[in-house]
């Protein structure tokens, strides 16, 4: 809350460390100042908490910083039980390191780029980090693709650590994750059935005497062979064949004569029996 020298504030406002206030300069002291805040109630400025024009030149005499009817800005550093009010002209850090705890919110300005990630300036005693991996879901090339120095940003604290003065901070903890894409899901496909094998059925043995003969013209065309031909019988062959014929035909009729004389004794034998008896 910030009020003029002139504003007053009511005396029953309650006040609260971090406060901000245009303050005159009442009265110099050798220990400090008296600052009228607007309240009706004086408050002190101690030279401990006085900044000086050169940080690196300690205050000797605080009527060689601070001057009687200057305004200044202050800030309420502490009430005590007793009502006295100190205030500082150090500006009190916004996040205190007892206020940051992980997963909190914070806001801020990129301060720095680096290679590795961007600083970003959230009010604490020091910057807070985000790595580049904690830039997007997705791969980021360098920081400066996805921010720039003096960017607003709202990040989340991921970690901190007091003792060594680091926060670390992410921007994609604030982003929905992409949705994913289902993975297909595989599904063996059945065993294909072998066709079976035809083999080339085997020649069959020729057979024995008793069995069926064998049609060797058949059998040798399957092998991709021809029967061979039959030899044409020369005229010794013809004229033996021939007498054999002949021997032949004469034998037939010999045996035919024989039984037909031995029919004949036969019946005659039987008829002079018969002429016997009667």
Do not use: C
Not at 65 to 72: A, R, S
Not at 245 to 268: D, F, L, M, P, T
């Amino acid at each position: 809350m910030e009020s003029s020298i002139t504003a007053e504030v009511d005396r029953t406002t309650e006040l609260s460390p971090k406060q901000h206030f245009k303050g005159t300069i009442k009265k110099i002291l050798l220990a400090g100042a008296v600052i009228d805040i607007g309240i009706g109630k004086p408050a002190v400025l101690h030279i401990s908490q006085i900044v000086p024009p050169d940080p690196n030149q300690p205050i000797k005499r605080v009527d060689e910083v601070l001057k009687e009817g200057e305004t200044i800005d202050v800030w309420v550093k502490r009430v005590s039980k007793e009502g006295r009010i100190e205030l500082t002209m150090v500006k009190p850090l916004d996040l205190e390191w007892r206020d940051i705890h992980k997963d909190m919110v914070v806001k801020g300005t990129v301060v720095r780029l680096e290679k590795f990630g961007a600083f970003v300036e959230i009010g604490a005693e020091r910057p807070g980090l985000i790595h580049i991996s904690e830039m997007a879901h997705g791969y980021v090339k360098t920081p400066g693709d996805i921010l720039k120095e003096g960017d607003e940003v709202e990040a989340q604290v991921i970690d901190f650590n007091r003792r060594k003065k680091q926060i670390k901070l992410s921007l994609k903890a604030l982003q929905p994750e992409p949705v994913k894409e289902p993975e297909p899901v595989y599904i063996p496909e059945a065993p294909k059935k072998e066709k079976p094998v035809r083999r080339p059925k085997k020649a069959k043995s020729p057979r024995s005497r008793n069995e069926d003969t064998i049609n060797v013209d058949e059998l040798l065309t399957s092998l991709g062979e021809q029967a061979p031909a039959e030899a044409e019988p020369t005229s010794m062959e013809l004229a033996l064949r021939e007498a054999m014929e002949r021997a032949k035909s004469r034998k037939q009729q010999n045996e035919k004569g024989r039984k037909k004389g031995s029919s004949i004794v036969q019946e005659a034998i039987l008829a002079r029996t018969l002429e016997s008896k009667g």
